[in-house]
């Protein structure tokens, strides 16, 4: 299937009669990189689609609305990074639980067969990245697993390319650290 543009997705959406089949286009383009998007930053699976949902109710009701100086995928995955990051946060206060306890828990969940059955190389990447600060982690996920550019994840994260680059490397150093003295326990 030919994949649609985003300006012939925003131009059916300003049609009400085409507006359903817009959005319907605009699922298939971005659910699923949006649901990774998400998941790798929850990890859990479940609360990832209640968030995958929320997500696109938001971008149902603000569409219309939508300024195209920005480009659209970029804008979605604002809208999901601040929903994981605000989700994240509730989740935290709600349990009054330490965010380096929050990532244990994340880590030990992640050898269940219901998230994850890669290798034990690919185990190991998941747990690094999750001792990385809440920053970090969302700024190496958009680079190495989303292959974003640094002037998308500036739009997304409203932060410098200057102060991207220079998380994003601390972040791999700190993985290659992790990687190398870190030994899998199961």
Partial sequence: MKQVE????LEKFSVERTRQEAFSL??????????????????NHDDTDDLVQDVFVKVWKNLGNFRSDSQLYTWIYRIATNESITFLNK?????NTPLDEVSSEVVESM???SYFNGTEIQL?????IQTLPEKQKLIFNMKYFDDMKYEEISEVLGTSVGALKASF??????IET??????IRF
């Fill in 6 to 9: 985003d300006a012939e997705i």
């Fill in 26 to 43: 605009l699922l298939n383009k971005y659910q699923q990189k949006i649901y990774w998007h998400i998941r790798r930053l929850v990890i």
């Fill in 91 to 95: 989740q935290k206060r709600q349990n």
């Fill in 111 to 113: 050898v269940e067969p």
């Fill in 124 to 128: 190991k990447l998941q747990r690094a």
């Fill in 169 to 174: 490397h601390i972040a791999v150093k700190k």
């Fill in 178 to 183: 992790f990687m190398l003295n870190e030994d």
